[in-house]
T-cell receptor, first 114, second 112 residues
Framework: EAQVTQNPRYLITVTGKKLTVTCSQNMNHEYMSWYRQDPGLGLRQIYYSMNVEATDKGDVPEGYKVSRKEKRNFPLILESPSPNQTSLYFCASSIAGGPNNEQFFGPGTRLTVL | GQNIDQPTEMTATEGAIVQINCTYQTSGFNGLFWYQQHAGEAPTFLSY????GLEEKGRFSSFLSRSKGYSYLLLKELQMKDSASYLC?????????????FGKGTKLSVIP
């Protein structure tokens, strides 16, 4: 089954404790992206990647890091989480090229930073 | 930059028709998407418009006017399961053309 998976789905942590949220897709998509979703603010892009070893900042990159060493994986790293990073996080992927390259979203990771 | 506006909430009756509007101001335009998102779930793709006009897909249709910076999503024969948030997203022109900028979403409640 074609899908985007994220782990963990739920995480409660404390300020300053480094964490990684994994994202993997099995559709051979070149493009991958991370979003956070907050009430009243909608989906905002954190980082995106056009292909392996090609990443760039989105609209709200502060406090986050990403890497793209393999095509299928795009982990999101919070080196020193803070309470304002409490949010619902979505990973998404799409093919590159073509006009109608819809993004496929993972199931989401609900993160709480105490 | 991008600015996308949608109504925050709407309510409609089961079996009726509802139109959700989206207006945008962007520095470049390379397509508009509509996504559906049920509470606590991932967004799922509904429609894509890049040329002016109406795209129909079953009970859902989406319209685009590039000159007016305006789109709408039309849902016919509403069902209770259509209660969800509907997200309008714009793709810019340029190097980051695979990026999407999302509006804040319209929460639709379908009532009996």
């Amino acid at each position: 089954e074609a899908q985007v998976t994220q782990n963990p789905r739920y995480l409660i942590t404390v300020t300053g404790k480094k964490l990684t949220v994994t994202c993997s897709q099995n559709m051979n998509h070149e493009y991958m992206s991370w979003y956070r979703q907050d009430p009243g603010l909608g989906l905002r892009q954190i980082y995106y990647s056009m292909n392996v070893e090609a990443t760039d900042k989105g609209d709200v990159p502060e406090g986050y890091k990403v890497s793209r060493k393999e095509k299928r994986n795009f982990p999101l790293i919070l080196e020193s989480p803070s309470p304002n990073q409490t949010s619902l996080y979505f990973c998404a992927s799409s093919i590159a090229g073509g006009p109608n390259n819809e993004q496929f979203f993972g199931p989401g990771t609900r993160l709480t930073v105490l | 930059g991008q600015n996308i506006d949608q109504p925050t909430e709407m309510t409609a009756t089961e079996g009726a028709i509802v139109q959700i509007n989206c207006t945008y101001q962007t520095s470049g335009f390379n397509g508009l998407f509509w996504y559906q998102q049920h509470a606590g779930e991932a967004p799922t793709f509904l429609s894509y418009n890049v040329l002016d006009g109406l795209e129909e897909k079953g009970r859902f249709s989406s319209f685009l006017s590039r000159s007016k910076g305006y789109s709408y999503l039309l849902l016919k024969e509403l069902q209770m399961k259509d209660s969800a948030s509907y997200l309008c997203a714009v793709r810019p022109v340029g190097a980051g053309s695979y990026q999407l900028t999302f509006g804040k979403g319209t929460k639709l409640s379908v009532i009996p």
